[in-house]
């Protein structure tokens, strides 16, 4: 259990993971070609393909022992709103998984999604067409807070054997690592939070987590998580994702987290290179697969190979 794929690759967290636990991928493929770029800079051991998965002729492949994917979530998450017609197309990414392993029979696949992911209508179907194919189905939830990971990240990873019995995940419970841990305090890019233009929410936001942490805490600048008092230094942050959400505070100040503060709460090694341009970094961050998670994933899956 040595050599691996990877599709839907995004920035690169499956390969990252993959590689720290052992594991050389030999090939990875996104249809996005800044992705794609970003992928082969930081990895440039591995090819790279920019195409539509689900029109790709996977017998082209390499042979390998581990099929990683990380196909489109959007469909799936409760976060996109109403259902729309576009989700459809996005969800079928899911299939490309099937025809991955209908072509080269891997050994093993590990398919991760948001947990939303499990109660798709046509999850049923997908399942059971990799048991047609000779798999064993594990469907595990995981935090990656539970794996070392500053950021509560609730995911599901499919593990898909060719055994007769399914993968029994362990998971491990490590204490939980602060977000406070990765702060950079002396970044120059603080602004007053009272100054003008600044909405009564974003202060009435503020203004709870004082009451709650005191002059330090961060707190969503967007949307409900974490509600209306942000989360304390001294436990993991709240789900990072594509848009630049986290906030942070000191005392009469507040920023946006820093790119290098993402990539510490994703888990990524801090010399990982990202687009120059912050709205691409995050992006690519929040699309992406805590490494450290598949790191432990894929230790146990050699292990019990």
């Known amino acids: 259990m040595t050599t691996a794929i990877d599709l839907f690759a995004g920035g690169g967290g499956f390969t990252e993971g993959a590689q720290a636990a052992g594991v050389k991928v030999l090939w990875a493929a996104n249809h996005w070609p800044m992705a794609v770029a970003v992928h082969a800079h930081n990895h440039p051991g591995v090819a790279h393909a920019c195409q539509d998965l689900q029109q790709a002729n996977f017998f082209d492949c390499p042979d390998h022992d581990i099929t990683l994917a990380s196909p489109a979530c959007q469909g799936h998450s409760l976060a996109r709103g109403k259902d729309q017609p576009h989700h459809d197309a996005v969800r079928s990414t899911a299939w490309a998984v099937v025809s991955a392993a209908e072509a080269k029979r891997a050994p093993v696949l590990v398919v991760e999604n948001v947990p939303e992911f499990l109660t798709w209508e046509l999850y049923p179907v997908w399942r059971l067409a990799l048991e047609r194919l000779g798999y064993a189905i594990s469907e595990n939830v995981v935090d990656s807070a539970n794996y070392g990971v500053p950021q509560h990240r609730v995911r599901a990873f499919v593990v898909a054997t060719r055994s007769k ?62 509600g209306q008092t942000g989360r304390s230094l001294d436990r993991p942050i709240g789900t990072v994702t594509t848009r630049d959400r986290w906030l942070l505070v000191d005392g009469d100040n507040m920023r946006m987290l820093n790119v290098a503060e993402y990539k510490a709460a994703m888990g990524f090694r801090s010399s990982f290179q990202l687009p120059v341009a912050r709205k691409w970094a995050i992006h690519l961050l929040g699309n992406a697969v805590c490494p450290p998670v598949v790191t432990e994933i894929l230790r146990q899956v050699r292990a019990a190979a």
Do not use: C, M
């Open 165 to 226: 019995a399914p993968f029994q995940l362990r998971n491990p419970r490590r204490a939980h690592d602060p977000i406070g841990n990765h702060i950079e305090w002396d970044f120059p890019k603080w602004s007053p939070i009272n100054k003008p233009g600044r909405s009564q929410a974003t202060l009435d936001r503020i203004a709870s987590g004082r009451a709650a942490y005191g002059d330090r805490f961060v707190a969503p600048y967007y949307g409900s998580g974490s």
